[in-house]
Nanobody
Framework: QVQLVESGGGLVQSGGSLRLSCALSGRTFSYFVMGWFRQAQGKEREFVASISRDGTTTDYSDFVTGRFTISRDDAKITAFLEMNSLKPEDTAVYYC????????????????????WGQGLLVTVAS
């Protein structure tokens, strides 16, 4: 059974940085596209970033492009989301997700493509 365990959330000042981590267990990590989504209070879940199985292709939502970086380390079976220049509007619960796929170089931004989800991490950006 696949499990995703996230870490790294917390409180940060506007302009600060955080690094989120997502460790996968139960299946071979390299079988999965990895993605990050977020849900702010009272809003729908939205796509943040994703990375292909082979790590060669990434995709970002417009509101994080240039500030956030998604990466993966297959040896550590972990995906990361480096968040810089954080803004109060980035405050949300951040979710890691994994999508099994035979395609090695395609990331996904549709939540419906993801089979497994983490428990969520609260990120609060204070103004």
């Amino acid at each position: 059974q696949v499990q995703l365990v996230e870490s790294g959330g917390g409180l940060v000042q506007s302009g600060g940085s955080l690094r989120l981590s997502c460790a996968l267990s139960g299946r071979t990590f390299s079988y999965f596209v990895m993605g990050w989504f977020r849900q702010a209070q009272g809003k729908e879940r939205e796509f943040v970033a994703s990375i292909s199985r082979d790590g060669t292709t990434t995709d970002y939502s417009d509101f994080v492009t240039g500030r956030f970086t998604i990466s993966r380390d297959d040896a550590k079976i972990t995906a990361f989301l480096e968040m810089n220049s954080l803004k109060p509007e980035d405050t949300a619960v951040y979710y890691c997700a994994a999508a099994a796929t035979p395609l090695t170089h395609i990331p996904y931004r549709e939540g419906s493509r993801y089979d497994h989800w983490g428990q969520g991490l609260l990120v609060t950006v204070a103004s």
